[in-house]
């Protein structure tokens, strides 16, 4: 009999239900129960999902469902938890949402569950700490959205810049999935070019520092978002489609998630966004750039607030 992949949903707020609506325009999964303390919201949702089911690529089932339905599932996503308002800080969301998750992959680990977390609840690196802490599940079988909204963003406003597809924009966002996080201009790419070179072909066009600027409309995004319409979630949606996608269909994909790195970078014992290799186990491997000095620096920072910020925590994982 043909496998059935099954993602259960944990958390149909705005982050979401946008993902269970993209996952289902792009034919996704055979299955998706969707989950929530919000019973009402959750099952307004999954009727209107269902009556969208007849222009769907192909048929699905979908419900509401609990906790015992994840014992089948491949993949639990979750996206349950506090949102930033307008002036927080990621790292900000953490305390309430560490406790939020203690018992939400406590529920899910009693039911038998051994597929992969895929997190994107913020703070979204250490919060797939703490899925994989309270789990006890393989480093390789956490995944945190880690940067691939950030990387997503960055692509889209370089490919602005460059008035070039972003198909042929190759550039990653690194670390946290927050204020430190940083781009690695060394290994960015237009049009098979480093982006330097491709700058000095239109020297008249282009300037080195317009670049500090696209970096800081990246990094501040959700700042501008939440402050016009209190949240982001059609972005992070699809990419999280993107990751179940490079999951289930084994596509050995290199995304910038949020992955266990022990000793690489000098890093030791910390989920953070790098780029990985995704496929049907989870992270493959974990991609070390050869990032340039500045760029290790500012990597090496950006992992001691994830750090500092765990250590502020650390109780919580005893008691
Ligand atoms: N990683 C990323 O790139 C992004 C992450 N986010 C994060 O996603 C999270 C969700 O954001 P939104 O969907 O806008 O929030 P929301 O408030 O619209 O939805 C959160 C949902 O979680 C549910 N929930 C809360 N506690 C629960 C529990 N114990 N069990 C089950 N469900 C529970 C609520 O009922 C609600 O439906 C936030 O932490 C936000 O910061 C948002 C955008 C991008
Ligand atoms: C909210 C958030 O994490 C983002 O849009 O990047």
Known sequence: MEHVNRV???GTGAVGSSYAFALLNQGVADELVMIDLNKEKSEGDVMDLNHGLAFAPFNKKIWFGDYSDCKQADIVVITAGANQKPGETRIDLLEKNTDIFKSIV???MKSGFDGIFIVATNPVDLLTYMTWKFSGLPVHRVIGSGTILDTARLKYM???YFSIDSKNVHAYIVGEHGDSELPVWSHATVAGKSIYERMEDH???YNEGDLEDIFQ???DAAYA????KGATHYGIAMGLVRLTKAI????NSVLTVSSYV????DVEGLYIGVPAIVNRKGIAEVIELNLDRKEKKQFLESADVLKRALASIQSKLSE
Request: hydrophobic share 35%; charged share 30%.
């Open 106 to 108: 406590g529920s899910v």
């Open 248 to 251: 289930l269909h084994n596509e």
């Open 225 to 228: 978002i939440i402050d016009r």
């Open 262 to 265: 022990d000793g690489y970078y």
């Open 203 to 205: 020297p008249d066009r």
């Open 8 to 10: 259960a949903l944990i």
């Open 217 to 219: 409309q990246v990094r």
């Open 158 to 160: 370089l490919s602005e």
